[in-house]
C-alpha cells in the first residue's frame, strides 16, 4: 500500500505539471458563473468542465491531476463519455473534495471548521471504485486581532489527520490543505504574521498526521503562500514573499512529503504564477513544488467560454496559456516576457 500511495504522490508531482482544482461547490461556481451573467445549471456546469477536461494539450502536457466534485466524478460529457475517460485519455489521475465545506466555530473569534469525517470511510470506498486516486480536504485558518486561536489550529489539525488516515486506508492519497487565508476581515496582517501563523499551524498539522499514523510518504501538503493580508501595508516584492514562504515550509515540514502544491489564495493570475516560479529559483528545497490552482488556471478561459460551446477552442487555448505559464514557473523559468510572448 506504501509503495502504492508514493508512486500516485509522485505522479502528481510530475515535473513541469500541476493539479487543476476544478472542485468548486455549486454555490462557489454559482458566484464565478453569476459574474458572466449565467445561470448555475447542470448542463452549464457540465459544459464548463468538459471545455477544461478537453484541453487535450494542455491536460496531457501541464496537468497530472485534477479535483473534481461528486458531482463531477460521475458526470459525463454532451456526447456521453464519462470524464473519467477523458481524463484517463490524457494519463491525468481524477481526485475528489470530500470536506462538506467550512462552517461557523463555536464562540466570537470568527473562525471556522470543517466538517466532513461523518460516513467518509464509506464515501472513500465509494470514490476509490469510481477511480480517484487522491482527495483534498480544505481546513480554514483565519487571522484576525482575536484569531487563530490555538482551539481552532488543533481542532482543524485533527480533523486533516483523521480524514488523512482514512483515505490511505482506502488506498487514496489524501492532499492535506490547510490554508491560512490571507483575504479575511479585516486582512491587515503583515507577511511575518502571516509567516508566523503559518508555522504554528503546518507544525500543529504535521504532529497530528504523526499522531494518527500516516505515511508522510504517501501524501501531498496544499498548503498558502506567505502572504501580507490584502488590506495590509506591507508590500513584500515577488523575491521576498518566495524566500519567506520556502523558510516557513522547511522549518515545519518535513522531507519525506513527496511535494507541494500550492493553492493560489486570491491572488491574481500572474501573482500565483510569479511567485511559484521564484520559489522554485530557491536551491536546496527537499521536496518539488508545483500549483494546485483553481481560479488562477481558469479565470481568463471562464470568460472567454461564457457558456458558449462555439466558444470551446478559443477558452482552451486560454486554459492552456496558463496552464503553460504555471508549468514554466514550476521548474522556476516563467518570466513576464515569456508570458506576454506566449
Not at 28 to 50: C, W
Request: hydrophobic letters at 40%.
Amino acid at each position: 500500500m506504501t509503495k502504492s500511495l508514493n508512486a500516485i504522490a509522485q505522479k502528481l508531482m510530475t515535473q513541469g505539471q500541476g493539479i487543476l482544482a476544478a472542485d468548486e461547490s455549486e454555490g462557489t461556481i454559482a458566484k464565478r458563473f453569476a459574474k458572466i451573467n449565467l445561470p448555475n445549471s447542470l448542463d452549464l456546469r457540465r459544459d464548463y468542465r468538459e471545455m477544461l477536461f478537453r484541453s487535450t494539450d494542455a491536460m496531457r502536457n501541464y496537468i497530472s491531476g485534477v479535483i473534481l466534485t461528486e458531482e463531477t466524478l460521475e458526470q459525463s460529457a454532451a456526447d456521453g463519455t464519462p470524464f473519467r475517460a477523458i481524463l484517463a485519455d490524457v494519463d491525468t489521475i481524477p481526485g475528489i473534495k470530500v470536506d462538506r465545506g467550512a462552517f461557523p466555530m463555536p464562540g466570537d473569534s470568527g473562525e471556522k471548521i470543517t466538517e466532513g469525517l461523518d460516513g467518509l470511510r464509506q464515501r472513500l470506498t465509494r470514490y476509490a471504485e469510481l477511480g480517484a486516486g487522491f482527495a483534498k480536504w480544505r481546513a480554514v485558518i483565519t487571522i484576525n486581532d482575536v484569531a487563530p486561536t490555538r482551539n481552532n489550529i488543533r481542532a482543524n489539525a485533527h480533523a486533516l489527520a483523521r480524514y488523512a488516515i482514512l483515505c490511505q486506508e482506502a488506498g487514496i492519497v489524501p492532499i492535506v490543505e490547510p490554508e491560512v487565508v490571507g483575504d479575511g476581515d479585516p486582512g491587515n496582517h503583515s507577511l511575518e504574521r502571516s509567516a508566523q501563523v503559518t508555522g504554528e499551524v503546518l507544525e500543529n498539522v504535521f504532529k497530528e498526521l504523526r499522531l494518527a499514523g500516516v505515511d508522510l510518504s504517501g501524501m501531498l501538503l496544499k498548503p498558502n503562500m506567505v502572504l501580507p493580508g490584502v488590506n495590509s501595508r506591507d508590500r513584500p516584492s515577488v523575491e521576498e514573499i518566495a524566500k519567506r514562504t520556502v523558510e516557513v515550509l522547511k522549518e515545519h515540514v518535513p522531507a519525506a512529503v513527496p511535494g507541494i502544491a500550492f493553492l493560489s489564495g486570491g491572488q491574481t493570475d500572474e501573482e500565483a504564477t510569479a511567485h511559484l516560479s521564484a520559489m522554485n529559483r530557491i536551491p536546496f528545497k527537499p521536496w518539488p513544488m508545483t500549483f494546485s490552482y483553481g481560479r488562477a488556471l481558469q479565470n481568463v478561459a471562464l470568460r472567454t467560454w461564457a457558456g458558449r460551446r462555439e466558444n470551446f477552442p478559443s477558452a482552451q487555448a486560454a486554459f492552456a496559456h496558463r496552464a503553460h505559464m504555471n508549468s514554466l514557473a514550476a521548474l522556476g523559468e516563467w518570466t513576464n516576457e515569456v508570458d506576454r510572448a506566449a
